[in-house]
């Protein structure tokens, strides 16, 4: 070993050491099956909620057929960014698909959610600009804001109120309102009419991350914008490909100007290869099964009524805002421990501790799927009787 790793090595050890003992290492378990309601990790099968597969489409028989044709046409690697040679008929068609989806003027493509959001925002704001940032918005976005070297002013969580204020108080060549539609860890929404009406008074733009919405909300799945009906004044509104889904990828529906100036200025876009082009094949084929069947949409819906309902009495606080139910529990080794307990009953449902959610925060998440029977979601609520999950302290 080389005397530079071994520092590096030692530097490692260190915090690796002070992770353990605060409870925020992290460890990879590998599963042995297809994402879905039920899974093999090791020798353990067990039903899963910890998935952003909402909609069951990962291992769906009509995506996987899509993707396999395509394998056998286009092969597996694309050999180059977009921009090079790795622009490919399916990533144009899915562009097209994705772009009649969202009502949107036009769509460009990137490799995930995470790569969008760092992109579009150094692409549209920088020195002299200013960006407002929801306080419990993804890293994505938090990391977006961070590069783009704009001023970036936090507001408290879904506070209209005092996001107009740092609207009327900030002085910026441009302005650009950032949030989630619907917040990963908590599961709660947006007031965006609200977020709407505020950035056309102060002229500012207004970016969406739909993550967790595309697919689950709006009459065809088009998410928060599409369900109260304001898209058409949403700037930006970036879908991921990797959760209802079912794939890998990420999209922003857009102005046809603003897609053009992603191609020129978006790096992740111009200096990654680009996605493999049977799984834009995929993604096309999800769209449609989204757009097209709201049977799952619909069984879902089920599932998170039936669950609100449960754990409201359990004595939980919950609410069907979306398909994620957070049970706050404060200090990670609590939430740990209850995640093993659940486990020890055949329910994966993992810890989520800081930094990604806050100090004294750390939880249980449960996602739901149409993937799930009724049984798994009683399973799980019976499971949490039985353990004595409660919220708090």
Same mark, same amino acid.
């Given at each position: 070993m080389s005397p530079v790793t071994q520092v590096a090595d030692r530097w490692a050890r260190e915090d690796l050491e002070a992770l353990s003992a605060k409870g925020l290492r992290r460890v990879l378990e590998p599963l042995d099956s297809p994402q879905g309601a039920e899974v093999r990790v090791g020798d353990e099968r067990l039903v899963n909620f910890s998935s952003n597969d909402y909609l069951g489409l990962a291992?769906?028989?009509?995506?996987?057929?899509? #993707?396999?044709? !395509? %394998?056998?046409?286009?092969?597996?690697?694309?050999?180059?960014?977009?921009?090079? #040679?790795?622009?490919?008929?399916?990533?144009?068609? %899915?562009?097209?698909? $994705?772009?009649?989806?969202?009502?949107?003027?036009? #769509?460009?493509?990137?490799?995930? &959610?995470? !790569?969008?959001?760092?992109?579009?925002?150094?692409?549209?704001? =920088?020195?002299?600009?200013?960006?407002?940032?929801? !306080?419990?918005?993804?890293?994505?976005? #938090?990391? &977006?804001?961070?590069?783009?070297r704009a001023r970036v002013v936090v507001y408290p969580h879904a506070d209209v109120a005092a996001l107009t204020r740092a609207l009327e108080q900030t002085p910026a060549r441009r302005k650009l309102v950032v949030t989630d539609s619907v917040f990963s860890m908590d599961g709660d929404v947006a007031p965006l009419r609200e977020l709407v009406a505020a950035c056309e008074a102060h002229g500012a733009a207004l970016m969406v991350d739909e993550a967790h919405a595309t697919g689950v909300l709006g009459a065809r799945g088009a998410g928060l914008c599409e369900a109260l009906g304001v898209e058409?004044?949403?700037?930006?509104?970036?879908?991921?490909?990797?959760?209802?889904? =079912?794939?890998?990828?990420a999209y922003v529906a857009t102005s046809r100007a603003v897609a053009d100036l992603l191609v020129s200025r978006a790096r992740p876009f111009v200096y990654s290869t680009a996605l493999p082009a049977a799984l834009c094949a995929g993604a096309e084929c999800a769209v449609d099964l989204v757009e097209h069947d709201?049977?799952?949409r619909e069984r879902l819906w089920g599932h998170i009524h039936r669950f609100t309902n449960g754990l409201r009495a359990l004595g939980l606080p919950a609410?069907?805002?979306?398909?994620?139910?957070?049970?706050? $529990? &404060?200090?990670?080794?609590?939430?740990?421990? !209850?995640?093993?307990? %659940?486990?020890?009953? =055949?329910?994966?449902?993992?810890?989520?501790?800081?930094?990604?959610?806050?100090d004294g925060t750390s939880r249980l998440r449960f996602c739901l799927s149409a993937a799930h029977t009724t049984g798994h979601i009683d399973l799980a609520l019976e499971t949490l009787r039985r353990v004595g999950v409660s919220c708090g302290p």
């Amino acid at each position: 070993m080389s005397p530079v790793t071994q520092v590096a090595d030692r530097w490692a050890r260190e915090d690796l050491e002070a992770l353990s003992a605060k409870g925020l290492r992290r460890v990879l378990e590998p599963l042995d099956s297809p994402q879905g309601a039920e899974v093999r990790v090791g020798d353990e099968r067990l039903v899963n909620f910890s998935s952003n597969d909402y909609l069951g489409l990962a291992a769906s028989p009509a995506v996987r057929a899509a #993707v396999a044709a !395509a %394998l056998e046409r286009y092969g597996v690697g694309t050999g180059a960014s977009r921009l090079v #040679v790795g622009d490919m008929v399916p990533h144009q068609r %899915l562009e097209a698909r $994705l772009a009649r989806f969202e009502r949107a003027e036009a #769509v460009r493509l990137f490799n995930s &959610g995470y !790569a969008a959001n760092t992109g579009i925002l150094p692409a549209l704001v =920088g020195p002299g600009d200013a960006v407002f940032s929801d !306080a419990l918005n993804h890293a994505s976005l #938090v990391d &977006g804001c961070r590069l783009s070297r704009a001023r970036v002013v936090v507001y408290p969580h879904a506070d209209v109120a005092a996001l107009t204020r740092a609207l009327e108080q900030t002085p910026a060549r441009r302005k650009l309102v950032v949030t989630d539609s619907v917040f990963s860890m908590d599961g709660d929404v947006a007031p965006l009419r609200e977020l709407v009406a505020a950035c056309e008074a102060h002229g500012a733009a207004l970016m969406v991350d739909e993550a967790h919405a595309t697919g689950v909300l709006g009459a065809r799945g088009a998410g928060l914008c599409e369900a109260l009906g304001v898209e058409e004044r949403v700037d930006l509104r970036m879908g991921t490909l990797s959760k209802a889904l =079912g794939g890998l990828g990420a999209y922003v529906a857009t102005s046809r100007a603003v897609a053009d100036l992603l191609v020129s200025r978006a790096r992740p876009f111009v200096y990654s290869t680009a996605l493999p082009a049977a799984l834009c094949a995929g993604a096309e084929c999800a769209v449609d099964l989204v757009e097209h069947d709201p049977a799952p949409r619909e069984r879902l819906w089920g599932h998170i009524h039936r669950f609100t309902n449960g754990l409201r009495a359990l004595g939980l606080p919950a609410e069907p805002r979306s398909a994620i139910f957070p049970v706050i $529990l &404060g200090e990670p080794s609590r939430a740990l421990d !209850a995640a093993k307990r %659940l486990r020890e009953a =055949g329910l994966l449902v993992k810890a989520i501790r800081p930094p990604t959610v806050p100090d004294g925060t750390s939880r249980l998440r449960f996602c739901l799927s149409a993937a799930h029977t009724t049984g798994h979601i009683d399973l799980a609520l019976e499971t949490l009787r039985r353990v004595g999950v409660s919220c708090g302290p």
